[in-house]
């Protein structure tokens, strides 16, 4: 588990700024890391500024379980009425197949990963990150 950043970006019709605060998860979210991952997640949302989209970039996760996911949807109840949205940034293929059969897909915004300021200096976090792609296709069987 690691750090969070916080950053005013543009939305891109010219709007208000709108402010992103990220928090970025690194390694398994599961019952072995709940301490550390509890922390991160509910540290991070108190922290972000009244309004941000509180993004959780899981670029450097690869697996959740039930555990994982209570705790994502801890934050994502922390934030509501606060008038911060939760994003989930870069979910891993597992992550989103998990969100699937937990039927809690409709219950995020999931984007693109932000760009971290020193790989791409300048270039804002998007406000409203596209959806990633739900539908999970199954690989034929060759032997059946």
């Known amino acids: 588990m690691t750090s969070d950043e916080e950053r005013t ?7 208000p700024a709108r402010r992103t605060f990220v928090v970025r998860v690194a390694g398994d979210m599961d019952l072995e890391h709940e301490a550390r991952l509890r922390a991160l997640l509910l540290d991070g ?20 379980d039930s555990t994982g996911l209570t705790l994502l949807l801890a934050a994502r109840e922390a934030v509501r009425g606060t008038g911060s949205s939760l994003v989930l940034a870069a979910p891993s293929h597992q992550m989103v197949r998990l969100l699937e059969l937990s039927d809690c897909v409709g219950l995020f915004r999931l ?3 932000p760009p971290r300021s020193a790989e791409e200096p ?23």
């Open 9 to 15: 970006t543009r939305t891109g019709t010219g709007g």
């Open 45 to 64: 949302v108190a922290r972000a500024p009244r309004g941000a989209d509180v993004v959780v970039d899981l670029r450097n996760s690869s697996f959740c």
């Open 111 to 113: 984007g693109p990963a």
């Open 122 to 144: 300048g270039r804002p976090v998007p406000a409203r990150p596209e959806p990633v792609p739900t539908g999970i296709r199954r690989a034929e069987n060759p032997t059946r």
